[in-house]
């Protein structure tokens, strides 16, 4: 069953269900930041119009942005991009070319007129902190818990008790 909370504002979109285990870091993050999300699978190439139907819609449904992972040709990231002005963020899914460097390329590599922002081979956590960013724009209480995550993140460094010997904590 996919992954699905109310009024998500956050379409995660990928190419097939073996992509799950890498998208799924991307939902895992946005509800640590209690952003609602979907999770679909949905082929460029398998169901191009069921796609479309999914992207034209999703303004309406109160999404704002949208992350799409691919591996291969990968051209899921761009044919969502093509459908929309709500902004696209890439993931590229590990493949046996290069751990992925073929979705990679294909990703990054979008020609003008319509972008897509690429994150590192199986970033999806990446991908939902750049979505959250995006949404904390216009929403100071995700802003805060953003810069929450980012402390803890911090402390967690400076208190590892392989760095407190330095004696540079604060
Ligand atoms: C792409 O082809 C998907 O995004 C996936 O990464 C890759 C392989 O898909 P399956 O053959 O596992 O369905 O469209």
């Known amino acids: ?52 139907r999914f992207v034209g819609g999703a303004d309406e449904r109160g999404i704002r942005v949208f992350i799409a992972g691919a591996g291969g040709a990968a051209h899921l990231p761009g044919v969502v ?16 070319v290069n751990g992925g460097l073929d979705s990679l390329l294909s990703i990054v590599q979008m020609p003008k007129g319509i972008p897509v922002a690429t994150v590192a081979i199986g970033g999806a956590e990446n991908a939902a902190l750049l979505a959250a960013e995006i949404l904390a724009l216009s929403d100071p209480a995700l802003r805060t818990r953003l810069q929450a995550f980012r402390d803890a993140q911090t402390r967690a460094i400076e208190e590892d008790e392989w760095n407190t010997d330095l004696g540079l904590t604060k």
């Open 81 to 96: 991009a093509a459908k929309t002005i709500l902004p696209v963020i890439g993931v590229p899914i590990p493949t046996q």
């Open 1 to 52: 069953m996919a992954a699905e909370t109310q009024a998500a504002r956050v379409g995660i979109v990928c190419g097939s269900r073996s992509d799950f285990p890498i998208m799924e870091k991307a939902v895992e993050m946005l509800g640590r930041l209690e952003v609602p999300c979907e999770l679909r699978a949905i082929s460029a190439h398998r169901a191009p119009d069921l796609l479309s």
